[in-house]
């Protein structure tokens, strides 16, 4: 068995998020709060890539495996999670609960702050 082999039914495979990894992954460039329970402060980050068991994120610091986290995720809320990787200026987070991704992507407001020439022209 090597190193990156796990069987899926043994406890540690469900406390990584490794089991995740397998999802479809939605590549996208979002910004998101991110902030570690007990600390006052959000941080911003940029969000690499979203699925429905968790995100990538740039955080050039790094955090350690198992780490709690909340992440603000545009359309969808807070959702927290735990960082199951970190490496070369990203960390890997797989959440408590499955969110639907498509949901970061859907348009947050109405338009009605939305400058005239910005707004698409619709000719009847």
Do not use: C
Request: no cysteine; hydrophobic share 40%; glycine share 12%.
């Amino acid at each position: 068995m090597d190193q990156y082999s796990q069987d899926p039914y043994s406890a540690a495979a469900g406390e990584d998020g490794a089991h995740n990894r397998n999802e479809a992954r939605d590549s996208l460039f979002l910004m998101a709060d991110m902030r570690v329970p007990g600390s006052p402060d959000a941080i911003q980050v940029r969000v690499r890539n979203l699925s429905a068991g968790g995100l990538m994120a740039e955080f050039p610091n790094g955090l350690d495996q198992g780490t709690p986290v909340e992440f603000d995720v545009r359309g969808i809320g807070w959702v927290p999670g735990r960082v199951a990787w970190s490496a070369a200026g990203r960390i890997g987070v797989a959440f408590d609960r499955q969110i639907d991704p498509m949901m970061a992507r859907k348009p947050v407001g109405l338009g009605t702050k939305t400058p005239v020439f910005v707004k698409p022209v619709f000719r009847r």
